[in-house]
């Protein structure tokens, strides 16, 4: 009886079409063929990895040294194919968009919200863990937060009077080293209610009427149009200038003085010297 070898298995690559402008592939995985499987037997392995029935499979085979082939008929052998190793299977899914299972969609995916009373009564979550250290809110010591905004409020008017910070006065942002110095005009000083403070909700009214326990910003008109804004945040305005100059900064990063703007000349010149 004469001997006959085994077909080797032939190490192929499962893709699935790209979806829409990602150029990477659904699916992407290598994985090995039997030469002696039929293309029913093939697209039954195929749905355990891409989900799709053998029945709105359609297999389209790119070999390296020949140009791209569907696979048709269910009882065609794999080793007919001319499959070799480095060749790429791409699994179409012939079935209408509307009977596809949109496994992406959590939208209707019921979700489980743990009671606020169940996961205050836990033993080993992270809540009483900060409750045994007694960190955060649990602190005795702790201040609440408006209590810090007002603290920080007070340091900010100690700043801006030390500093001597007052309106119209040419300052400079710190950290500021040559080439990158970022100098300009103190065009604001006040609070900016708009711009929120970590643990405080104040509402409007709130703002306004506690302004005085506000932190300070110091709004500048920047010399070149690397700023933030035009002199407005989160819709209210607070002083003027063009687009892209406008910068509001905490006192303690402000220094003014005696700097007068940059000009085009000395720009030149330091590229002279360059």
């Not at 039929?38 to 891409?50: A, P, R, V, Y």
């Not at 995916?109 to 992270?126: D, H, Q, R, W």
């Not at 602190?139 to 910070?165: L, W, Y």
Request: proline share 9%; aromatic share 8%; charged share 25%.
């Amino acid at each position: 009886m004469a001997f006959q070898a085994t077909p080797r298995d032939i190490t192929v690559i499962i893709t699935t079409p790209t979806s829409g402008s990602n150029a990477q592939p659904q699916f992407h995985s290598e994985r090995r063929v039997t030469p002696t499987w039929t293309l029913m037997q093939l697209k039954s392995k195929l749905e355990t990895m891409t989900g799709i029935p053998p029945s709105g499979q359609r297999l389209w085979l790119k070999t390296p040294t020949l140009s791209g082939q569907w696979i048709d008929g269910d009882d065609t052998m794999v080793g007919d194919w001319g499959v070799m190793k480095g060749c790429e299977i791409e699994v179409h899914d012939s079935r209408p968009q509307s009977t596809r299972l949109n496994f992406d969609d959590l939208s209707s995916v019921e979700k489980y919200v743990l009671p606020t009373e169940t996961y205050e009564s836990l033993s080993n979550s992270v809540l009483a863990w900060k409750k045994n250290q007694k960190l955060g809110r649990f602190d005795p010591n702790a201040v609440t937060p408006e209590e810090s905004m007002h603290k920080q409020a007070e340091q900010d008017a100690r700043e801006i009077s030390d500093r001597g910070i007052v309106v119209s006065k040419r300052a400079i942002i710190l950290p500021s080293s040559p080439p990158h110095i970022r100098r300009g005009i103190v065009r604001y000083v006040g609070p900016v209610p708009t711009i929120p403070y970590p643990g405080v909700n104040a509402k409007s009214e709130f703002e306004e009427a506690e302004s005085g326990f506000l932190p300070i910003w110091v709004g500048i008109e920047l010399d070149e149009p690397i700023g933030k804004n035009d002199g407005s945040v989160g819709g209210k305005r607070f002083f003027t200038c063009p687009s892209k100059t406008g910068v509001f900064v905490k006192p303690e990063k402000v220094e003014v003085g005696d700097f007068p703007p940059l000009e085009l000349d000395d720009n030149l010149g330091e590229m002279e010297e360059l």
